[in-house]
């Protein structure tokens, strides 16, 4: 034996293990370096947390969001106090504290847009899925329904339904999530045509497999990827959708804390009062516009090509 192989049978050679990554976990690691999408979490988590502790604030400041101060937050004139000690935020036209109402609005605010989200997306996809996965008539079927859907002008029906049934959170919720699951059925049924003729999914058929099965194990998988983006960005839409209807007497009822109701509330007091304008428009506008860079950062995040 030569000293040279003595030498490489005296000192093994250690190979370096490779850990390889899943497409979750590398998805992470591009949105931790995303600095909009890191803010946006922030701002999201911050708005969370002002709703989550919304009965602690009315506690610590001794106001109900329903009671009315008209004594110590409207001015001898009976306009509303500004921001001070009692009032953080001052009062709205009524002498409701403004800092608590707006908490308890971020309430209805995330609760309609996560459920409606949540509803607009479990029915889009299983519709998309459908018309996507069989074709044919179901297909037409469906596409037609969904063309049905997006027609309707959801104003007009909101006042109908408001007229008949009774403003509440429940209707604002359903006539938010009827409005938005056309939007993610076209976008899952797209996708399910591409999918179905694949090659996976034909040697799945070719074993025998049922229909079900193969858009629930080998399709659906595949649809994660859209629908969490699609359903990211679904969140401020109904937050806005939720705000509007509000404004216009046509969302909760009008008693309950609402950013909407809130700014319907400023259009007559902005001049003298204009924290009742300003206050809620800027909780609107950065909570819409850290869902969506969110949204923007997990559809780059979750880009392969990345």
């Known amino acids: 034996m030569s000293l040279t192989d003595a030498a490489f049978e005296a000192e093994p050679v250690h190979a370096e293990v490779v850990h390889g990554k899943g497409p979750w976990r590398l998805a992470w690691e591009r949105m931790r370096r995303d600095k909009a999408a890191v803010a946006s979490m922030v701002v999201i988590v911050l708005v969370a947390l002002l709703a989550l502790f919304a009965p602690l604030f009315a506690l610590i400041t001794g106001h109900d969001p329903l009671t009315q101060y008209p004594s110590t937050a409207l001015t001898p004139e009976g306009l ?9 935020l001052g009062a709205d036209s009524l002498g409701r504290d403004l800092f608590v109402r707006l ?3 971020a309430r209805i605010s995330l609760l309609v847009g996560l459920s409606a989200t949540v509803l607009a997306t479990v029915f889009g996809v299983v519709v998309g899925l459908l018309a996507g996965f069989y074709g044919g008539w179901v297909d037409g079927v469906l596409a037609r329904v969904l063309d049905v859907v997006l027609s309707f002008p959801y104003l007009l029906v909101a006042i109908v339904l408001v007229a008949a049934v009774g403003a509440s959170v429940p209707l604002t919720i359903f006539v938010i999530a009827f409005f938005s699951f056309a939007a993610m059925a076209r976008v899952v ?20 497999a049922s229909p079900l099965r ?11 990827a859209p629908v969490t983006v699609l359903a990211s960005l ?15 007497g046509l969302g909760v009822d009008p008693r309950t804390p609402s950013w909407g109701a809130i700014l319907a509330d400023s259009t007559d007091f902005y001049r003298v009062a204009p924290g009742l304008l300003i206050f809620p428009a800027v909780l609107l506008l950065l909570t819409t516009l850290a869902f969506n860079l969110l949204g923007d950062g997990i559809r780059d995040a979750l880009d392969p090509r990345r």
């Open 80 to 88: 509303p106090v500004g921001p001070g000690a009692e009032f953080w």
């Open 103 to 105: 908490a308890y609005g």
């Open 189 to 208: 049924r797209g996708q399910t045509i591409g999918f179905r003729e694949r090659e996976f999914t034909e040697a799945v058929r070719s074993l025998g």
């Open 214 to 224: 193969i858009m629930v194990i080998d399709v659906l998988p595949n649809l994660v």
């Open 234 to 248: 679904l969140i401020p839409t109904s937050i806005v959708f939720e705000a509007t209807l509000s404004f216009l």
